[in-house]
Each structure stands twice: as structure tokens, then as C-alpha cells.
């Protein structure tokens, strides 16, 4: 309730500050916003452009951008549509959909725009990746590794292909596979939630629960003394 009203007030805020501004000043204020993860302001800048220039196609991809950021998915979907119908040649609104389709679980629609993506974009290991998790929803975990591996191949280092990949080495009973990969993700980044709550799973499913304990215990103190500013630097 409180992080709502905080959040509330921080949105009332940013309006204030679009009184006066030009439809281009709100809409760089949005896309900084929007890069610097604060995607519910960015909502309200690239609503603010729109007001002023309803049928400025840019803003309208934007704000779609961050309500998917936001996890406001069903709104995403309908803005990314307006701008599909206003200009089906957007670059990237191909790889937007799939990946906002796969939140949405479904993976027909994904895959069908994923592919689209890729006539363009063969190598692309964001639309590969958008591929394997389309299978994964579609419970067909052989074709989701394949893509996952080729996402991999493409950008070796690709934080959220590994992720994927570890879960469903995770579900298809393989944690040292899966170890491997967390392990790897949180050697560049320790804090990171999902990984190190991946590699907790992954260590009761190989029988360590007081490694698992231990990696649990570590992050909820890691995180709790980062959000009281005693993370150090």
C-alpha cells in the first residue's frame, strides 16, 4: 500500500513537471526515464506527448514499451497494436510483440512474430530466445534448449537466454547443468533475485538444503542492507 502511494505521488509529481514543457522535451524526458527503469513515469511523460500530438507514432512505441516494462501487459498490447496498424514497418515491433506475447502466454502469436522478425534478422539472439520461451509455454522443452543454445552461440553472455535455460534445466531434473549457468550470472552479478533464487532451487533438488539456506539467508541480507544504503560502493 505504502510502495502504491509512494508511487502515486511520484507520478503527480512528474505531471507537475510537464506543464509548460514541449511535446519533444516531455518526450526525451521519456525516454531517459524509460532507460533509467522508471518505467511508471515514463508512462506518464509519453502519455503527456500524446495529449499534445495524438498521432505521433514514436511516443505511442514508447509508451507501450513501458507499460510492457511496468508489466501492464494488456495495455501494452493494445498501444503496440495501434502503432503496428499505423506503421507495420516499425523496426523491432516484430520482437516487441513476441516477447509481450510470450508474457502473455501466448506462443503461437509469439512465434509467428518472432519469425517474422527474424526474415529480417536471422541471427538475432533476442528473437531466438523469444523462440525457445514461445516452446517452453508450449511445454516442448527439446525445441525451447535448441533455441535457448542458439540464443547462447549468438551472445554468449546473454544474462536472460541463461536464465531460461537454467530453469529448464531445472524442470528437466539437470542441476548441475543449471548450477553452471547461475553460477556464471552471479560471478558477474551476486545480487541478482532470480539467479540466486534459481541456484536455491537448484540446490535442494541436488540435496544441499543447507547450501540453499545459506544462499537465501546471504541475498535477503545483501538486499536488506543495499536498501538501507549499507551495499557499499
Known amino acids: ?40 513515469s515514463a508512462i506518464v511523460l509519453f502519455r503527456s506527448v500524446l495529449e499534445k500530438e495524438q498521432n505521433r507514432s514514436d511516443a505511442r512505441y514508447q509508451l507501450a514499451k513501458a ?9 501494452a498490447d493494445k498501444e503496440f497494436q495501434k502503432v503496428y496498424r499505423q506503421n507495420p514497418a516499425q523496426p523491432g515491433i516484430h520482437l516487441d510483440l513476441a516477447q509481450l506475447y510470450n508474457a502473455l502466454k501466448k506462443p503461437d502469436l509469439a512465434l509467428s512474430h518472432a519469425e517474422q522478425y527474424r526474415a529480417d534478422h536471422t541471427d538475432s539472439a533476442d528473437a531466438l530466445e523469444a523462440i525457445g520461451s ?3 509455454i508450449k511445454m516442448m522443452p527439446d525445441q525451447a534448449e535448441t533455441y535457448f543454445l542458439k540464443a547462447l552461440q549468438q551472445v554468449p553472455g546473454k544474462q536472460s537466454a541463461k536464465l531460461e535455460l537454467a530453469a529448464l534445466y531445472l524442470q528437466q531434473a539437470k542441476p548441475l547443468q543449471a548450477q553452471a549457468l547461475l553460477e556464471d550470472i552471479i560471478k558477474g552479478n551476486p545480487l541478482h533475485l532470480r539467479a540466486n533464487n534459481l541456484l536455491a532451487d537448484t540446490q535442494i533438488a541436488m540435496g544441499h ?25
Open 209 to 233: 538444503k543447507a547450501e540453499a539456506r545459506s544462499t537465501s539467508h546471504w541475498l535477503i541480507a545483501s538486499l536488506t542492507a543495499g536498501s538501507l544504503g549499507c551495499g557499499g560502493g
Open 67 to 75: 507499460y510492457f516494462a511496468e508489466g501492464r501487459y494488456t495495455l
Open 134 to 136: 514461445a516452446y517452453l
Open 1 to 40: 500500500m505504502v510502495k502504491k502511494y509512494l508511487l502515486l505521488l511520484a507520478m503527480l509529481s512528474v505531471h507537475a513537471g510537464c506543464t509548460g514543457k514541449t511535446g519533444q522535451e516531455l518526450y526525451s524526458d521519456g525516454v531517459k526515464a524509460l532507460r533509467e527503469g522508471k518505467s511508471g
